[in-house]
């Protein structure tokens, strides 16, 4: 199979067929960008340098410096312009990589995933109720101002991930927004525990789920649909660290982050962590509102052909997160001058609802790896912020790559594997692509 063979010896035998396998005939392959020419020659003319580990680098692997396009421009109040728009309605946005290079990332910098039409900001957030009913005693509701009183507040750095996160890196391409690593960003969430609300409320034996709304619109306008209403296990919303949140990084929460209340149940997909959340009502049953259903938020049980037309009765509730690491520093694209032979590396590693228990880093295409230093998380579910240093033997490009290992010594995987329809569970390495001289 030609897949085995390597790149170079690809393009040195047949540069046409070579150009097809590598960067296909095939039309997933515009969003990826598009080399003209063909052959080696031109693959480093358009990369802008020699690859000098080009011997080992895996058949199939388009380099990092060509698998993009340019970010399309983004303005919004009270976010930097590098953000990467994917989408303008509803509003969705990634943090590339290199942004997510903060100990705690900023709001400033925080992605954003809307399925509907945000509410408008209340004149008086302390007014804003949340009701509490289903199977539990005693229904409850209460103001923001009576949940601050009432009840004893936590704060937690965790991190918040888009269920899709790495979607983009689907072959062939998944449904939906095509974010690459930045679907996700760790944060300091100021409130309660959900928990501490639901027993104040009595919960009745029955109950098994929950189900969260909230004040934002369906995009049709049409008042009797739902823009999303997910819930999670009744044992994950008791967890200590699910919490009912006012706060983020100490300040008011933002309304485009569901200002002024929102949940964030750390670890599984951030579709249940409801923003402008005003209602939660606790199910006998699993929860069936829109995002609970079909293929949404929903993976393969047996894999599946990737492209294949899904089965029904195939899928099950995606929940924990998958382990991911990310380089944050340097940014893709980096070029460092001639005669560069050392290079400082940062990132951030983190997963669902077990932990990071290593990252290792590369510099030669996956053939040898290096550890990287890792820091102690602050509480579950916070990041592994890492650092590394690893030397080049030459000029030329280079990619580096990360690997996260979890507590059960699972790594991640060199390409996005358990395909499905729309696109989750995506976690291959991070690639980053950098020009020495
Ligand atoms: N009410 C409401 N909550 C929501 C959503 C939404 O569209 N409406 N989107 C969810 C999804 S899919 C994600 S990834 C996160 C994004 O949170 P952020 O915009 O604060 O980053 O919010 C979740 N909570
Ligand atoms: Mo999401």
Redesign the pocket.
């Known amino acids: 199979m030609t897949t085995e063979r390597s790149i170079e010896e690809l393009y040195r035998d047949d540069p046409e067929r070579a150009d097809a396998l590598v960067f296909g005939r095939r039309t997933g392959v515009s969003r990826r960008g598009f080399l003209g020419g063909t052959g080696l020659v031109a693959m480093t003319a358009a990369v802008g340098g020699a690859i000098p580990f080009a011997a080992q680098m895996p058949g199939g692997l388009i380099p990092a410096a060509m698998a993009q396009t340019g970010p399309a421009p983004f303005e919004f109040p009270g976010k930097v312009a590098g953000l990467t728009l994917l989408g303008d309605r509803?509003l969705v946005a990634e943090t590339p990589e290199h942004l997510l290079d903060d100990e705690t990332t900023p709001i400033e910098k925080?992605?954003?995933?809307?399925?509907?039409i945000p509410p408008e900001p209340p004149a008086d957030p302390d007014a804003w109720t949340l009701t509490v009913e289903g199977f539990v005693n005693e229904p409850l509701t209460l103001t923001l101002g009576e949940l601050k009183a009432r009840f004893a507040p936590v704060t937690y750095r965790t991190v918040?991930?888009?269920?899709?996160n790495g979607r983009s890196f689907f072959n062939p391409p998944a449904r939906g927004n095509q974010w690459t690593n930045g679907?996700a960003?760790c944060a300091e969430w100021t409130g309660v525990r959900l928990a501490d609300v639901l027993k104040a409320a009595g919960v009745r034996p029955e109950a098994i789920y929950t189900a969260?709304y909230?004040?934002?619109t369906h995009l049709s306008g049409d008042p009797a649909r739902l823009?999303?209403s997910r819930g999670v296990r009744l044992e994950k919303a008791m967890e200590e660290h699910s919490l009912i949140v006012w706060g983020m990084n100490g300040q008011a929460l933002p309304d485009?982050?569901?200002g002024p209340l929102?949940l964030v149940i750390p670890g599984w997909?951030?579709?249940?962590?409801?923003?402008?959340?005003d209602r939660i009502v606790l199910r006998d049953v699993e929860h069936d509102g829109p995002?609970m259903t079909g293929t949404s938020y929903r993976v393969a049980i047996r894999p599946m052909i990737p492209g294949a037309e899904p089965e029904a009765g195939n899928f099950r509730i995606l929940e924990s997160m998958p382990l991911r690491s990310i380089i944050s520093a340097p940014a893709n694209g980096t070029t460092l001058p001639g005669g560069t032979r050392r290079l400082a590396l940062r990132g951030a590693a983190w997963n669902g609802d077990t932990g990071v228990a290593a990252v290792h880093v590369s510099v030669d295409f996956g053939a040898t790896w290096q550890a990287a230093t890792l820091a102690e998380p602050r509480n579950r579910y916070d990041w592994r912020r890492w650092t590394a240093e690893v030397d080049l033997p030459s000029d030329g490009y280079f990619e580096v790559w990360s690997r996260a290992t979890d507590t059960d010594g699972v790594m991640q995987p060199h390409i996005a594997g358990n395909w499905n329809p729309q696109g989750y569970g995506a976690n291959p390495m991070h690639r980053v692509a950098v020009l020495v001289g």
């Open positions: 509803p925080f992605f954003i995933r809307n399925n509907g918040l991930e888009c269920g899709g679907g960003g969260h909230g004040a934002d823009p999303l485009i982050h569901g929102r997909p951030a579709s249940a962590s409801h923003k402008w959340v995002g």
